[in-house]
Every structure is written in C-alpha cells, then in structure tokens.
Nanobody, 115 residues
Framework: QVQLVESGGGLVQAGGSLRLSCAAS????????MAWYRQAPGKQRDLVAD???????TYKDSVKGRFTISRDNAKNTVYLQMNSLKPEDTAVYYC?????????WGQGTQVTVSS
C-alpha cells in the first residue's frame, strides 16, 4: 500500500511560482513511477509530468520550460516546481504513484492562478 499526501497549493498571481510536494509512505517509493496530474472544473484529469525511478522526466507540452518534476528518494517525496504560472494552470493537482501493479492517488491540492 502507498499513501500520498500533497501540499503546497494555493492562490498566486499570473507569472508567479508555487512548489507542490507529495510525501509517500511505503518502502517501494524509489522503484515507483511518480507523476502529477491536474483536473480543472468540467474537464478530465490530465497528466502534467511524470518521473521514472531512474529520474527520467516527461512533461505535458503546455508546461514544458515552466514546470519541473523532481524526486528525493531519501525523503520519499516528489516535487513539482511551477514557474511562470498562467490562469489556465488553475486546477486541482493530484500526486500519482504507480508500482507497476496499480495506481495510487493523493487527495489533491488546489492551485488557483489569478490574472
């Protein structure tokens, strides 16, 4: 079992920055693929960025160059650094872990970007 707890969301003006954190329980963290998804009102949940156990990251096109995903295996934590935020980044952001058997989800953290 993996439990995920997100933090770091909030309200920020356009052009600002936020860093999301996701603390994971369990002993398999370093082997898990970790990811951040987001869901805006009335829209489906979309992948924002993911990072493999080896540290290889991929990004949604609209966040490339602005967002950075990273992981600290010693702290069982994955981060999402979000810079140059835009109003269209407003959404609930969810942490995801995949242990190659099933997906695990956090409760979500709200990010609101005002124009």
């Amino acid at each position: 079992q993996v439990q995920l707890v997100e933090s770091g969301g909030g309200l920020v003006q356009a052009g600002g920055s936020l860093r999301l954190s996701c603390a994971a329980s369990g002993s398999t963290f370093r082997r898990n693929r970790m990811a951040w998804y987001r869901q805006a009102p009335g829209k489906q949940r979309d992948l924002v960025a993911d990072i493999s156990s080896g540290g290889t990251a991929t990004y949604k096109d609209s966040v490339k160059g602005r967002f950075t995903i990273s992981r600290d295996n010693a702290k069982n934590t994955v981060y999402l650094q979000m810079n140059s935020l835009k109003p269209e980044d407003t959404a609930v952001y969810y942490c995801n872990a995949f242990d190659y058997v099933r997906d695990y989800w956090g409760q979500g953290t709200q990010v609101t970007v005002s124009s």
